[in-house]
């Protein structure tokens, strides 16, 4: 019943994270664990109302959930096998939590 289970996904797209829930879904893994939260904690706008003021651009609301998959350890070989057949990768971001101003930055130089 309670079954240790380990992450195989854990990024910032939603789109990646409902393909790779639902083909699992559909391969019949049981005792999936899948869902989503926020990653930072909300910036108190002026009225005291909790809004969150990045949200009132010109692009709308952003998408700033962390989106997670946990499978039972015993099933993970079955699950990548899976993900290697349909030409999906999961994978888990290690620095979603960093600030963005100490995330490690790539040079193309």
Known sequence: MFE???DIFKKKDRAAWME????LKKEGIRGMSAGHYLQESVMAGGCGAKLDPRDFGSG???DREVYF???????QERVQEILRRN???AGIEEDL???AALKKRHSYI
């Open 87 to 89: 030409g999906l990768a």
């Open 20 to 23: 790779i829930r639902d083909l």
């Open 97 to 99: 939590m960093t600030d």
């Open 69 to 75: 998959i946990r499978v039972r350890e015993k099933d």
């Open 60 to 62: 709308g609301k952003v």
């Open 4 to 6: 240790k289970k380990t």
